[in-house]
Antibody, heavy 124, light 112 residues
Framework: QVHLVESGGGVVQPGGSLRLSCAAS????????IHWVRQTPGKGLEWVTF????????YQGDSAKGRFTTSRDTSKNTVYLQMNNLRPDDTAIYFC?????????????????WGQGTLVTVSS | DTVMTQSPDSLSVSLGERATIKCKSS???????????LGWYQKKPGQPPKLLIY???TRESGVPERFSGSGSGTDFTLTISSLQAEDVAVYYCQQYLHIPLTFGGGTKVEIK
């Protein structure tokens, strides 16, 4: 059974850094890419990044460019989102989600399984 | 970026009645493989998004048949044929053809 668990959220000051973790089970992150999506307070969903199944490349949304990077530890079947230079508008619940199919191209298709999310609050 | 525009922002429907949500993309999400890279998600408070529909019209496993998706190119529709109490949620469309992936602003569905 596919399961994803995010952790690492918390309160951080503007300009600070945080690393989120996404522990996966029931599938291998070596076979499926992982999305990060966030929901800001009172607002909608925003796609943040996608780490391809081979782990050698990622796609990023505008909010992540230059500040966020993804990585992984295949021995732990875990994906990480490193967030630097955080701003108040990064305050959100961050979800990781498994891509819906494996494709050699590594394209970021729809997400079929999601974690429960972890809350990040950027405030002084 | 591909802008996804949903309408209406909110919808009030009686139990058992039909709910229809529209989603329009600023550029086509139909790829050369004849697939529309368009998904629909259901979001309830305190829960993660749930995939309902992908490829614009393919129902995810376990999703009730009352949920259906249609459309092609730039114009898409999510239909709930007979609204149930458990369908109260915010619904989002998402295109996944063009990077960055983008979501619509969401449509809140309530019971009348």
């Amino acid at each position: 059974q596919v399961h994803l668990v995010e952790s690492g959220g918390g309160v951080v000051q503007p300009g600070g850094s945080l690393r989120l973790s996404c522990a996966a089970s029931g599938f291998s992150i070596s076979n499926y890419g992982i999305h990060w999506v966030r929901q800001t307070p009172g607002k909608g969903l925003e796609w943040v990044t996608f780490l391809l199944f081979h782990g050698n490349n990622e796609y990023q949304g505008d909010s992540a460019k230059g500040r966020f990077t993804t990585s992984r530890d295949t021995s732990k079947n875990t994906v990480y989102l490193q967030m630097n230079n955080l701003r108040p508008d990064d305050t959100a619940i961050y979800f990781c989600a498994k891509v819906g199919l494996h494709d050699p191209s590594g394209h970021p298709y729809h997400a079929d399984h999601w974690g429960q999310g972890t809350l990040v609050t950027v405030s002084s | 970026d591909t802008v996804m525009t949903q309408s209406p922002d909110s919808l009030s429907v009686s139990l058992g009645e039909r709910a229809t949500i529209k989603c329009k993309s600023s550029q086509s999400v139909l790829y050369s493989n004849n697939r529309n890279y368009l998904g629909w998600y259901q979001k309830k408070p305190g829960q993660p998004p749930k995939l309902l529909i992908y490829w614009a019209s393919t129902r995810e496993s376990g999703v009730p048949e009352r949920f259906s998706g249609s459309g092609s190119g730039t114009d898409f529709t999510l239909t709930i044929s007979s609204l149930q109490a458990e369908d109260v949620a915010v619904y989002y469309c998402q295109q996944y053809l063009h990077i960055p992936l983008t979501f619509g602003g969401g449509t809140k569905v309530e019971i009348k």
